[in-house]
Nanobody
Framework: QVQLVESGGGLVQAGGSLRLSCASS????????MGWFRQAPGKEREFVAA????????YYADSVKGRFTISRDNAKNTVYLQMNSLKPEDTAVYYC????????????????WGQGTQVTVSS
């Protein structure tokens, strides 16, 4: 069983930055592809970014490309999401997730989820 705990959310003005962290329990973190998703009120959970086991591949949603950067530190069992140039439409609960089998964009393929951290961007 993998436990994921997100942190780093908060309230920020438009144009500002935040760095989210997701810490994983256990010694198998390096065997999981990791993803970040977000869910705004009344909307479906949507893909934000994903990173492969060795960090050799990264993928981004078009809406965040060029503004957000996903990274991971396998020695610290942690994945990060650096968010720059934040916009009010980035307001959502952000979740990290772990996938045992493949790197992907669909929430349904991820096996483990954190509890989420709120990001609010004011205009």
């Amino acid at each position: 069983q993998v436990q994921l705990v997100e942190s780093g959310g908060g309230l920020v003005q438009a144009g500002g930055s935040l760095r989210l962290s997701c810490a994983s329990s256990g010694r198998t973190f390096r065997t999981y592809a990791m993803g970040w998703f977000r869910q705004a009120p009344g909307k479906e959970r949507e893909f934000v970014a994903a990173i492969s086991r060795s960090a050799g591949y990264t993928y981004y949603a078009d809406s965040v490309k060029g503004r957000f950067t996903i990274s991971r530190d396998n020695a610290k069992n942690t994945v990060y999401l650096q968010m720059n140039s934040l916009k009010p439409e980035d307001t959502a609960v952000y979740y990290c997730a772990a996938d045992e089998t493949a790197l992907g964009r669909r929430p349904g393929q991820y096996d483990y989820w954190g509890q989420g951290t709120q990001v609010t961007v004011s205009s």
